[in-house]
Protein backbone atom coordinates (compact mmCIF):
# COMPACT_ATOMS: atom_id res chain seq x y z
CA UNK A 1 0.00 0.00 0.00
CA UNK A 2 1.46 3.30 -1.21
CA UNK A 3 2.05 6.18 1.32
CA UNK A 4 -0.71 8.55 -0.43
CA UNK A 5 -3.54 5.10 0.33
CA UNK A 6 -2.66 5.17 3.70
CA UNK A 7 -2.92 8.47 4.18
CA UNK A 8 -6.45 8.98 2.69
CA UNK A 9 -7.30 5.34 4.49
CA UNK A 10 -6.35 7.65 7.71
CA UNK A 11 -8.25 10.29 6.62
CA UNK A 12 -11.21 7.64 6.51
CA UNK A 13 -11.08 6.32 9.64
CA UNK A 14 -10.57 9.25 11.31
CA UNK A 15 -13.81 10.65 9.85
CA UNK A 16 -16.13 7.50 10.38
CA UNK A 17 -14.71 6.82 14.14
CA UNK A 18 -14.98 10.81 14.69
CA UNK A 19 -18.53 11.48 13.35
CA UNK A 20 -19.37 7.89 15.59
CA UNK A 21 -18.92 10.02 18.61
CA UNK A 22 -20.23 13.98 17.36
CA UNK A 23 -24.12 14.29 17.77
CA UNK A 24 -26.20 14.34 14.83
CA UNK A 25 -25.97 17.60 12.51
CA UNK A 26 -29.22 19.63 13.30
CA UNK A 27 -30.45 19.38 9.59
CA UNK A 28 -30.40 15.41 10.79
CA UNK A 29 -32.37 15.88 13.68
CA UNK A 30 -34.91 17.78 11.98
CA UNK A 31 -35.74 15.12 9.58
CA UNK A 32 -37.08 12.51 12.50
CA UNK A 33 -40.85 12.30 12.44
CA UNK A 34 -42.40 14.33 15.13
CA UNK A 35 -44.22 12.75 17.66
CA UNK A 36 -48.38 12.57 17.36
CA UNK A 37 -50.16 14.86 19.39
CA UNK A 38 -53.07 11.81 19.20
CA UNK A 39 -53.47 8.94 17.67
CA UNK A 40 -56.58 7.39 15.43
CA UNK A 41 -57.62 3.93 14.06
CA UNK A 42 -58.57 4.82 10.93
CA UNK A 43 -61.17 2.46 8.22
CA UNK A 44 -58.10 1.38 6.16
CA UNK A 45 -57.11 -2.15 7.41
CA UNK A 46 -53.35 -1.66 9.78
CA UNK A 47 -53.40 2.20 9.35
CA UNK A 48 -53.38 4.84 11.67
CA UNK A 49 -54.00 8.86 11.62
CA UNK A 50 -51.30 10.25 13.72
CA UNK A 51 -51.75 14.50 14.36
CA UNK A 52 -48.44 15.74 14.85
CA UNK A 53 -48.85 19.71 13.97
CA UNK A 54 -51.40 22.72 14.79
CA UNK A 55 -49.92 25.72 14.51
CA UNK A 56 -51.47 29.40 14.79
CA UNK A 57 -50.06 31.70 13.33
CA UNK A 58 -50.68 35.28 11.42
CA UNK A 59 -54.38 34.35 11.37
CA UNK A 60 -53.74 30.93 9.56
CA UNK A 61 -54.16 27.44 11.27
CA UNK A 62 -51.73 24.41 9.68
CA UNK A 63 -52.21 20.90 11.02
CA UNK A 64 -50.32 17.83 9.85
CA UNK A 65 -51.68 14.27 10.15
CA UNK A 66 -49.24 11.50 9.12
CA UNK A 67 -51.40 8.65 7.77
CA UNK A 68 -49.07 5.14 8.69
CA UNK A 69 -49.53 1.64 7.85
CA UNK A 70 -48.63 -0.27 10.58
CA UNK A 71 -49.75 -4.08 9.12
CA UNK A 72 -48.19 -6.44 7.46
CA UNK A 73 -49.74 -5.86 4.01
CA UNK A 74 -49.85 -2.71 1.41
CA UNK A 75 -52.61 -0.73 1.89
CA UNK A 76 -54.62 1.95 -0.64
CA UNK A 77 -57.75 4.29 -0.87
CA UNK A 78 -58.85 7.50 -1.95
CA UNK A 79 -58.23 9.94 0.94
CA UNK A 80 -59.75 12.80 -1.42
CA UNK A 81 -62.59 11.93 -3.83
CA UNK A 82 -64.23 14.35 -6.10
CA UNK A 83 -62.26 17.33 -4.41
CA UNK A 84 -64.51 16.77 -1.13
CA UNK A 85 -61.84 18.91 0.74
CA UNK A 86 -64.54 20.43 3.28
CA UNK A 87 -65.24 17.06 4.57
CA UNK A 88 -61.85 18.10 6.15
CA UNK A 89 -62.80 20.18 8.87
CA UNK A 90 -61.54 22.10 12.19
CA UNK A 91 -64.43 22.68 14.66
CA UNK A 92 -63.86 25.48 17.94
CA UNK A 93 -65.71 27.41 19.69
CA UNK A 94 -68.85 25.88 18.17
CA UNK A 95 -67.73 27.18 14.83
CA UNK A 96 -66.82 25.10 11.75
CA UNK A 97 -63.73 25.83 9.84
CA UNK A 98 -63.12 24.85 6.09
CA UNK A 99 -59.78 24.46 4.30
CA UNK A 100 -58.49 27.80 3.16
CA UNK A 101 -58.21 28.81 -0.65
CA UNK A 102 -56.06 30.79 -2.37
CA UNK A 103 -57.52 33.79 -5.22
CA UNK A 104 -58.51 30.82 -7.64
CA UNK A 105 -60.41 28.26 -5.38
CA UNK A 106 -57.83 25.80 -4.85
CA UNK A 107 -57.54 24.60 -1.61
CA UNK A 108 -54.36 25.18 0.51
CA UNK A 109 -53.80 21.37 0.76
CA UNK A 110 -52.22 18.20 -1.25
CA UNK A 111 -53.34 18.87 -4.50
CA UNK A 112 -55.81 16.42 -5.73
CA UNK A 113 -55.29 14.78 -9.42
CA UNK A 114 -57.20 15.93 -12.76
CA UNK A 115 -59.74 14.01 -11.41
CA UNK A 116 -59.93 15.91 -7.90
CA UNK A 117 -58.49 12.53 -6.33
CA UNK A 118 -55.97 11.98 -3.84
CA UNK A 119 -54.93 8.50 -3.64
CA UNK A 120 -52.64 6.84 -0.81
CA UNK A 121 -50.93 4.05 -1.44
CA UNK A 122 -48.84 2.88 1.77
CA UNK A 123 -46.44 -0.25 1.94
CA UNK A 124 -46.07 -1.63 5.22
CA UNK A 125 -44.33 0.46 7.17
CA UNK A 126 -44.65 3.31 5.06
CA UNK A 127 -46.13 6.75 5.79
CA UNK A 128 -47.88 9.85 3.62
CA UNK A 129 -48.70 13.35 5.36
CA UNK A 130 -51.48 15.44 5.06
CA UNK A 131 -51.21 18.91 5.73
CA UNK A 132 -54.35 21.60 5.54
CA UNK A 133 -54.70 25.61 6.51
CA UNK A 134 -57.82 26.85 7.98
CA UNK A 135 -58.71 30.58 9.46
CA UNK A 136 -57.21 30.25 12.66
CA UNK A 137 -60.03 30.40 15.58
CA UNK A 138 -59.73 33.21 17.57
CA UNK A 139 -56.75 33.81 20.27
CA UNK A 140 -58.52 32.57 23.45
CA UNK A 141 -58.84 29.48 22.08
CA UNK A 142 -56.42 26.67 22.92
CA UNK A 143 -57.79 23.39 21.65
CA UNK A 144 -59.79 22.56 18.52
CA UNK A 145 -61.43 19.33 17.59
CA UNK A 146 -60.00 17.97 13.69
CA UNK A 147 -62.59 15.76 11.41
CA UNK A 148 -61.23 13.28 8.43
CA UNK A 149 -63.23 11.00 6.63
CA UNK A 150 -63.07 7.37 8.07
CA UNK A 151 -61.08 8.67 10.90
CA UNK A 152 -62.35 8.62 14.25
CA UNK A 153 -62.41 12.59 15.65
CA UNK A 154 -59.79 14.10 16.72
CA UNK A 155 -60.86 16.01 20.04
CA UNK A 156 -58.67 18.54 22.58
CA UNK A 157 -55.41 19.14 20.22
CA UNK A 158 -53.99 21.94 21.58
CA UNK A 159 -52.77 24.64 19.29
CA UNK A 160 -49.25 25.88 19.62
CA UNK A 161 -49.15 29.79 18.76
CA UNK A 162 -46.11 31.37 16.65
Do not use: H
Not at 14 to 35: S, Y
Amino acid sequence: MTKRNLFWLAVLAVAVIGGATRPAPAAAQAAKPAEPLQVQETNEAGVVAEFVECKRKEGVLSVRIRFRNTGTEAVAWYLVSGRNYDQFYVTAAAKKYLVLRDSEKVPLAPPAGSGGDIYVSLKPGGSWLWWAKYPAPPADVKKINYVVPGVAPFEDIPITDQ
